[in-house]
Nanobody, 123 residues
Framework: QVQLVESGGGLALPGGSPRFPCAVL????????TGWFRQAPGKGREGGSC????????YYADSVKGRFTIAKDNAKNTVYLQMNSLKPEDTAVYYC????????????????WGQGTRVTVSS
């Protein structure tokens, strides 16, 4: 059974740099791309970032490009989202997801989702 478990959400300060892990069970990260998505209050879910089976392949949405970094540790089967220069508009529920594919894919293609972790950016 595939499970993705995000952790570490909560209150973060504007300009802060938290890092959130997502533990992946039942899949091996060197085979399947994984991504982080988010859903802000009152808005639809949007794509954020993706890392392919190779760490050399990453994708970022314009809203987070240059501020967020996705990384993974294959030995721990864990994906990380490093957030920098946080803004209040980054307030959202952040979801980790995985897709059984050979490449990063559009959001609807993702097969497995975590329960989400809520991040509130406020001073």
């Amino acid at each position: 059974q595939v499970q993705l478990v995000e952790s570490g959400g909560g209150l973060a300060l504007p300009g802060g740099s938290p890092r959130f892990p997502c533990a992946v069970l039942g899949l091996t990260l060197d085979n399947d791309p994984t991504g982080w998505f988010r859903q802000a209050p009152g808005k639809g879910r949007e794509g954020g970032s993706c890392i392919g089976s190779s760490v050399d392949i990453t994708y970022y949405a314009d809203s987070v490009k240059g501020r967020f970094t996705i990384a993974k540790d294959n030995a721990k089967n864990t994906v990380y989202l490093q957030m920098n220069s946080l803004k209040p508009e980054d307030t959202a529920v952040y979801y980790c997801a995985a897709v059984e594919s050979d490449q990063c894919s559009p959001m609807p293609a993702y097969d497995y989702w975590g329960q989400g972790t809520r991040v509130t950016v406020s001073s």
